[in-house]
């Protein structure tokens, strides 16, 4: 017997993009380096490998996500305590805004999400770093 889902993935994006702030990538690339925004990178370690990442950003991976945020979490991330804007990304848009809803849910504030990841982000011309391989 097959698997009925009920509350597919497009619903639940449409049900997450209702509720939370989305900022096109051309918006958010002034906000990189302010004082009181942090970018969180939800990507695979090895999407960041592949692609490269934003200047700055946290790595947070998207399993970890409800763990690191909640101070109560043995797992707790004290950036997560920082009275700032929280920016999440993903590659396209997708997984950051599933996990903006959850972090505002949660009480997180405020927090938005960038509009097509990092995809958009480098398309708009948005900084990008990959880490230099070790020498030897």
């Keep these: 017997m097959s698997q009925t889902i009920t509350r597919g993935f497009k619903t639940m994006l449409a049900e997450a993009n ?40 946290v790595h947070c991976p998207r399993g970890m996500l409800e763990f690191w945020i909640d101070p109560e979490s043995p797992y707790h991330k004290p950036v997560f305590a920082q009275d700032k804007t929280f920016v999440f990304f993903c590659a396209a848009g997708w997984r950051s805004a599933l996990s903006t809803a959850t972090a505002q849910e949660m009480g997180l504030k405020p927090v938005a999400h960038i509009e097509g990841g990092f995809t958009a982000w480098r398309e708009a011309g948005g900084p990008v770093e990959r880490e230099t391989p070790p020498k030897g």
């Excluded at 380096?33 to 200047?55: A, H, K, N, Q, S």
């Design 18 to 57: 209702a509720k939370i702030e989305t900022i096109p990538a051309a918006e958010a690339i002034p906000l990189l380096g302010r004082e009181d925004t942090v970018f969180v990178d939800l990507r695979d370690r090895r999407e960041l490998d592949r692609e490269g990442r934003i200047p700055g950003a």
